[in-house]
Every structure is written in structure tokens, then in C-alpha cells.
Nanobody
Framework: QVQLVESGGGLVQTGGSLRLSCAAS????????MGWFRQAPGKEREFVAA????????YYALSVKGRFTISRDNAKNTVYLQMNSLKPEDTAVYYC?????????????????WGQGTQVTVSS
């Protein structure tokens, strides 16, 4: 089992920045891919970014590419999402997820473990 706890959400103005963190505990001895997803009210949970265990491979949704950066510190069992140039449409609950079976994936259904989410609100 892997437990994930997100932090760093909050209220920010358009154009501002936030850095989300996701701390993993439990079965952290296995290599696992990590991802960030988000869910706005009334919408499906959507992929935001993913990173492989080594950090060498990353994927981004087109809507955030060039503004968001995913990274990880395996010594701290933590993955980060640096969000710059935030827009009101980035408002959502952000979730981190871990996948112990694949190198990296953008598919929500392939992730095994999820955090409880952290709210990000971008005011116009």
C-alpha cells in the first residue's frame, strides 16, 4: 500500500504561481510512476502531468504544457507540481496518484493509489 498526501493548494490570482507537493509513505521501496490529475466541479477527473520513477520521462496535458512542471525527489518520496501563469480555468481539486506497474502513464484508470486532493482556486 502507498499513502499519498497532497499539500500546497490555495487561492491565487490570475497569473500567479503555486507549488503542490505530494508525499508518499508506506510501500515506497518499489519503483512507481506518479501523476497529477484535477477535477473541476461537474467535470470528469482529467490528466495534468506524469513522471517516471527516474524523473527522466514526463508527460503534460496540452492545456498546461509550458506553464506547469512536474518533478520528484525520490529521497524524500515526494513529487511536486510547479504551476505558473495560472488561469481561472485551472481551478480544481488536484490529486496525485501512484502507479506501481508501469513506467509512466497518462491514463487515470491505470493508477493504483490516490491522495485526498488539494483545492486550487484561481481568481480572475
Amino acid at each position: 500500500q502507498v499513502q499519498l498526501v497532497e499539500s500546497g493548494g490555495g487561492l491565487v490570482q490570475t497569473g500567479g504561481s503555486l507549488r503542490l507537493s505530494c508525499a508518499a509513505s508506506g510501500r515506497t521501496d518499489s519503483n512507481y510512476a506518479m501523476g497529477w490529475f484535477r477535477q473541476a466541479p461537474g467535470k470528469e477527473r482529467e490528466f495534468v502531468a506524469a513522471i517516471s520513477w527516474s524523473g527522466e520521462s514526463t508527460y503534460y496535458a496540452l492545456s498546461v504544457k509550458g506553464r506547469f512542471t512536474i518533478s520528484r525527489d525520490n529521497a524524500k518520496n515526494t513529487v511536486y507540481l510547479q504551476m505558473n501563469s495560472l488561469k481561472p480555468e485551472d481551478t480544481a481539486v488536484y490529486y496525485c496518484a501512484a502507479d506501481t506497474l508501469v513506467l509512466i502513464t497518462t491514463k487515470r484508470d491505470e493508477y493504483d493509489y490516490w491522495g485526498q486532493g488539494t483545492q486550487v482556486t484561481v481568481s480572475s
